[in-house]
């Protein structure tokens, strides 16, 4: 039992593995903590905003929430791809100074859940400047393949928080 009283689950215990959901954008694998995934669904059009950022979709109405979905693609300047039956939308709670919110990433597909112990992660090299490092976690090898672990929290939060990003910002 935790502090507060409340059940842990093993993914909050010290040493424990961390649950990581992966998916990937072309050749490449990511993964995202699985606490923080809320839903994956299909993918399905969005209701555009005029001026909002390049890699913000537009929004879709989930169970009353209007939630700002991100390309991710189009965000980390990937090349585009069409979408295709395999392209989801995972819904992510995220913090931000203003608390938590949902937004949605659009990825080209979702693969499985692995389990991921802290000694395996490596940090990832430094490229100096706006390279994008400050959005990665760690770097792992599961299976024979490179697994580019994100922080949602910053990526999005750095997007919610941008002047040029209201409708990151009034999607709460």
């Not at 606490?35 to 929004?59: D, M, N, Q, Y």
């Not at 990937?78 to 819904?91: G, K, S, Y």
């Not at 929290?153 to 709460?172: C, N, T, W």
């Amino acid at each position: 039992m935790s502090a507060s009283g409340q059940a842990r689950t093993d993914s909050e215990l010290p040493g424990a593995p961390r649950q990581v959901l992966t998916f990937g954008l072309g050749a490449e694998s990511y993964g995202v903590d699985i606490l923080c995934v809320r839903e994956i669904r299909g993918w399905a059009p969005v209701t555009r905003i005029p001026h909002s950022p390049p890699f913000v979709l537009g929004v879709l109405n989930l169970r009353g929430s209007v939630v700002p979905i991100v390309d991710l693609r189009v965000r980390f300047n990937l090349e585009t791809a069409e979408f295709t039956p395999l392209t989801v939308i995972i819904v992510l709670s995220v913090s931000s100074t203003s608390g938590r919110r949902e937004v949605g990433v659009v990825v080209d597909s979702v693969s499985d859940v692995v389990d991921i112990n802290a000694g395996d992660i490596k940090e990832a090299p430094s490229f100096g400047g706006k390279a994008g490092g400050e959005f990665i976690q760690g770097l792992a090898t599961i299976t024979n393949r490179m697994l580019i672990l994100l922080n949602v929290d910053e990526l999005i939060r750095r997007d919610l928080e941008q002047p040029s990003a209201p409708v990151l910002a009034g999607a709460a």
